[in-house]
């Protein structure tokens, strides 16, 4: 049975802390072989000093930015999907002003699957036990209202249970099911933080055949290759797209 549950007490995070002590602090012996923590990234990236000023946010998205996936102008100003540096489709780069303090805004950890990797290295040395950890973000996702939470980094888990080559409960053959057990557990995890709570880490119980001794691919492993992604542009860009490279098709063929 899969129980998710907040940890308490870990308060305020700032630049240069000790994440795994924090954590450790929090569980306080709750957790066990077998646990898989859900990190939100925001504390992640306050330790990590990835804090700057508000005012630079547009600089910020701009140099977090890989490709331009769709941008809406609106009342408020410009939405940007875009493609970062960790190869994430987000709003505004995964650049964010909510829980910080006034005037500033973070950034995304460096590398979520590094700092997911260190966390989890220092919580067996500190408590001891064998567990998975998830660093999450919230996203929100096309034909659909409303946001979620996913898996930005991860270690020592099946961050994809590959049911391909199985069979289902009638005996018919499996053949695209992979289910997201990452993603799937940062949703969970999600419930139970709450925005505005004060409770950034969560723990997932009953999940145990996916942690692995080792950190495994990371959340990483997660991102669709350009090759399999049908939807590389929002349709107003690929209908810009389409239209000008009809444009020069019509060109080149009367010259």
């Known amino acids: 049975m899969l129980t998710v549950f907040s940890l308490d007490g870990i308060g305020e995070v700032a630049p240069g802390d000790d994440l795994a002590a924090l954590i450790a602090a929090a569980a306080d012996g709750a957790l066990a072989d077998g646990d898989i923590l859900l990190v939100t990234s ?149 419930l139970v933080k709450g925005k505005a709570s004060g409770r950034p880490v969560a723990v997932a119980r009953g999940m145990a055949q996916i942690v692995t001794d080792e950190d495994g691919p990371g959340a990483r492993a997660l991102v669709r290759d350009a090759e399999r992604d049908m939807f590389r542009l929002g349709s107003d860009e690929a209908y810009a797209a389409g239209f000008a490279a009809g444009l020069a098709a019509a060109s080149a063929s009367s010259s």
């Open 42 to 190: 925001k504390i992640v990236s306050k330790a990590e000093g990835r804090q700057l000023n508000a005012v630079d946010r547009e600089e910020a998205i701009t140099a977090e930015t890989v490709r331009v996936v769709a941008s809406r102008e609106h009342p408020g100003g410009v939405t940007r999907i875009v493609e970062n540096r960790l190869g994430l489709v987000m709003a505004a780069a995964g650049v964010d002003a909510s829980n910080t303090p006034d005037g500033t805004i973070l950034l995304l950890p460096v590398d979520p699957d590094a700092s997911a990797r260190a966390l989890r290295a220092e919580l067996r040395t500190r408590l001891g036990v064998r567990v998975g950890v998830i660093i999450t973000d919230t996203v929100g996702r096309p034909w659909r209202e409303g946001q979620t939470d996913i898996a930005i980094g991860a270690a020592g888990i099946r961050v994809v249970d590959d049911l391909r080559g199985t069979t289902d409960a009638s005996g018919r053959l499996l053949t695209v099911t992979a289910a997201a057990t990452a993603d799937e557990l940062a949703a969970a995890g999600d």
